[in-house]
């Protein structure tokens, strides 16, 4: 299920385009710069839009590598413009959809450490249920929120993306 | 993976508890009714804090319903004081815990309707990874950053609830 469930979070990030591209045509309809809703929180000690998109990245990123065996790759989280955003989305689509199927064969039997338990490891299924899902729905919603508090047209379907419907 | 995914979803309704009892808290101390907090909404046209709790609730109930090959059993989504939705809560845990693991083994080979997809069906993984996962924790997010907007004292670890760390 690794490598279902990472490609399933990997194109949760890849929906976040739409919601880029709907937050330009807000704020040049309104009149604003874009920056505004790149650095909205929903409460003044919550992290603004672009933290929760890195932190997204961050988590799809993670599970990616150590689940597959490597060393999780370093990204800066430096951004602070919207075509910045976009580019670091791209490049962890890139390096999750870099790792193939096979490479998850040994996931169950890992054991991942994370800086915000020192001294702690998690088995690779409970890691990827408990820890890499929630975080990264958690942290899309989250952005997606910021957005629709703040008046950019995003829906349910533009968080959802993609479903594979077939005729019935 | 049915199983242990909706496991860890129903374990996301059972983290609302904590959230329920701060938000208690927190009304008590601030002196106002908690049916505000359970109203409120983080934009005009999104749906209030219960309405969010209870669709999490409803693709939990459905997902351990369709793909165990039974019919959802129908809940009322009536629910206006926070000691009903505390029942809907316990209702949904209790039906999606009495599906045993055994009852998922067709899950990958059935075919799921939704009433917002007339005509259409999703197969099993699709609906689990595509419908189930993501809404559960949109609308549980939604429900949190509710409650955080309005100064609620909730932290990622009530979100995130228990995680299986064992010592290194």
């Given amino acids: 299920m690794y490598y279902q469930v990472i490609s399933q979070c990997t194109q949760a990030l890849k929906n976040l385009e739409a ?49 597959s065996g490597q060393t999780s790759p370093k990204h800066e989280d430096n951004e602070r413009t919207i075509d910045e955003l976009r580019a670091h989305i791209g490049k962890t689509v890139a390096f999750a959809e870099s790792v193939t199927e096979p490479q998850y064969a040994s996931a169950s039997e890992r054991k991942v450490t994370l800086s915000w338990a020192p001294g702690k490891v998690i088995g690779g299924e409970d890691y990827l249920l408990q820890v890499t899902v929630p975080n990264i729905f958690f942290h899309l919603t989250t952005a997606y929120a910021i957005l629709r508090h703040n008046g950019v047209d995003v829906g349910k379907m533009d968080f959802l993306g993609p479903m594979k419907f077939v005729d019935a």
């Fill in 19 to 67: 919601w880029l591209d709907k937050a330009e045509q807000h704020t040049a309809a309104k009149k604003f710069d874009v920056s505004v809703l790149m650095t909205s929180r929903l409460a003044p000690d919550m992290k603004d839009f672009i933290y929760q998109v890195q932190s997204a990245c961050d988590y799809v990123k993670a599970a990616a590598a150590w689940l």
